[in-house]
């Protein structure tokens, strides 16, 4: 009997992308770069700006993922111009293509890393980093950290530690003040800062 193994499709890894056609570029594959399958991670060859399956251990820059190829190409012997997605896309990892030596779960998960935004989407953990700042989605917690300012909402309440807090302009962290306070059981004033 004879065994058929269907390849992936192009796109089919595309959950959505933004309008138009700006998720989208026109890439080449470098020669040599062999058989490219529709969804496999691209990485841009810094000397070239051509673009080859993402290995973590190039130097060349196309160790950096870059692109992912929404159509196959054959680049053995010559260069093959493909369509990309370059930004602004949700994909799915479970139909992406990596080259061999990212054989490991958080090799994969650095994958997912376009410019200063790396995003890692696995069972219980949605979370977003955009340079220093990152928010990050749990069953128990939703936290936002942004320098030294973490926030993070849970069943417990909402946590703020650093910076401080402002509400209409006005400080209503633990160090407010308040104006007009009258020994005893009187109420205070509006905070002063």
């Known amino acids: 009997m004879t065994v058929l193994v269907e ?24 020669s040599g770069a062999g ?30 993922p870059a692109a992912i190829a929404i159509y196959g190409a054959d680049a053995s012997s010559a260069d093959a111009p493909v369509s990309a997605i370059v930004r602004d896309a949700e994909v799915n990892g479970n139909c992406l293509t990596y080259h061999a030596d990212r054989d490991q779960p958080a090799e994969k ?10 995003a890692t989407i696995k ?3 949605c979370e977003v980093v955009v340079g220093a700042a990152s928010l990050k989605l749990t069953s128990a917690a939703v936290t936002i950290k ?15 530690t650093g910076g401080k807090v402002t509400h209409d302009g006005k400080n209503i962290g633990s160090t407010h003040l308040h104006g007009g306070v009258v020994p005893g059981g009187g109420l205070t004033d509006v905070p002063a800062n």
């Not at 058989?35 to 060349?60: N, R």
């Not at 998960?109 to 790396?118: D, I, L, R, S």
């Not at 942004?146 to 703020?160: D, L, P, R, T, Y």
């Open 7 to 30: 390849t992936r499709h192009p796109g089919e890894f595309i959950l959505s992308e933004a309008n138009g056609q700006r998720s989208r570029e026109a890439i080449t594959i470098a």
């Open 35 to 64: 058989i490219i399958a529709a969804g496999t991670v691209l990485g841009k060859i810094t000397a070239t700006g051509k673009y080859v399956a993402s290995a973590v251990g190039a130097s060349d820059g196309s160790q950096t």
């Open 109 to 118: 998960a650095a994958a997912n890393t376009y410019g200063n935004v790396t």
């Open 123 to 125: 069972d219980g953990l």
């Open 146 to 160: 942004v320098g030294g300012v973490n926030v993070e909402v849970s069943g417990a309440g909402v946590a703020i």
